[in-house]
């Protein structure tokens, strides 16, 4: 029988009342990232809730704390905009148990929001995820074994995420790393639960930081083919984004690539 806890990233949080908000039914780390620092740990309906909290700034660096905090064989990724479903856990398990291959799964979330559906769509079948599926996925609801993340030492990138100037693209960036580095990662139709959709806490619109941080994503994942996702990208834009032309799009996006390649010469 596996061991599980919920990692669950949050901000300005003065209890522990996130557990029953977010309908936590597993052993949880809460990271919060606050004006203090300070560590709780409380029970309830036999489940230990630890609450770390921290003046660091950045998701990617939040999420690193919940993981360095845990203990647990399996940890899957929350945000705290979630309720989770009555069983999450027992889905979880279930499907390790009957999928031993399995190092990580991706389990579906749905949007509250019939406006702000989510850009993830639900699996028809189990199967090994690809790393174009992942793309648009986010780690919400990837539950990972901790054996498979200490084995091939993967976290967060600190300098990627809200609060950084690379504002987003982290999850892309660590769920690419997990195919990269040959973990047997598959996705799930299982659903776990819901995402209040209401409003998104880093976009603000297609501007120059957001194409910017794009292409410096694209060359974190793919690397010598990054100017051909970058031109993809661009075109499947093309109906999205009036504001901006195709050629402008590019433009800004290798500007991503270019603040990559300087952190790379550590400029």
């Not at 990269?180 to 990662?185: G, I, L, S």
């Not at 659903?191 to 409003?199: A, L, P, R, S, Y």
């Not at 603000?204 to 031109?231: E, M, P, T």
């Given at each position: 029988m596996y061991t599980i806890q919920s990692l669950v990233t949050t901000m300005f949080q003065t209890d522990d009342s996130k557990y029953e908000e977010m309908n936590l039914q597993t052993d949880s780390i809460i990271a919060n990232q606050c004006d203090c620092n300070g560590y709780s740990k409380s029970e309830k309906d036999g489940k230990v809730i630890e609450v770390v909290s921290t003046t660091t700034r950045g998701v990617s660096r939040n999420r690193n704390i919940a993981l360095a905090h845990s203990t647990a064989d399996i940890v899957v990724f929350l945000d705290d905009d979630m309720v989770l479903f009555d069983g999450y856990a027992d889905i979880i398990i279930k499907e390790f148990e009957a999928n031993s291959q399995a190092e990580a799964i991706k389990f579906y979330c749905s949007s509250s929001n019939p406006d702000r559906p989510l850009a993830y769509k639900q699996p028809e079948i189990f199967h090994r995820a690809s790393k174009r599926e992942l793309m648009a996925?986010?780690?919400?609801?990837?539950?990972?074994?901790?054996?498979?993340?200490?084995?091939?030492?993967?976290?967060?990138?600190?300098?990627?995420?809200?609060?950084?100037?690379?504002?987003?693209?982290?999850?892309?960036?660590?769920?690419?790393?997990?195919?990269?580095?040959?973990?047997?990662?598959?996705?799930?139709?299982?659903?776990?639960?819901?995402?209040?959709?209401?409003?998104?806490?880093?976009?603000?619109?297609?501007?120059?930081?957001?194409?910017?941080?794009?292409?410096?994503?694209?060359?974190?994942?793919?690397?010598?083919?990054?100017?051909?996702?970058?031109?993809?990208?661009?075109?499947?834009?093309?109906?999205?984004?009036?504001?901006?032309?195709?050629?402008?799009?590019?433009?800004?996006?290798k500007k991503g690539v270019n603040i990559f390649k300087k952190r790379k010469k550590g400029l």
């Open positions: 996925g986010g780690v919400i609801g990837v539950a990972i074994k901790k054996s498979c993340l200490d084995r091939i030492h993967l976290m967060f990138y600190n300098d990627m995420g809200p609060g950084n100037e690379i504002f987003c693209g982290e999850d892309s960036v660590f769920l690419s790393e997990l195919i990269n580095r040959k973990t047997k990662f598959y996705l799930s139709p299982k659903q776990i639960g819901i995402v209040k959709q209401e409003d998104s806490s880093w976009f603000r619109g297609y501007d120059a930081k957001y194409y910017i941080s794009a292409g410096y994503v694209y060359k974190c994942i793919y690397k010598n083919l990054s100017f051909l996702a970058i031109v993809r990208r661009s075109w499947k834009m093309r109906g999205e984004d009036k504001k901006n032309g195709f050629f402008k799009r590019i433009c800004l996006m």
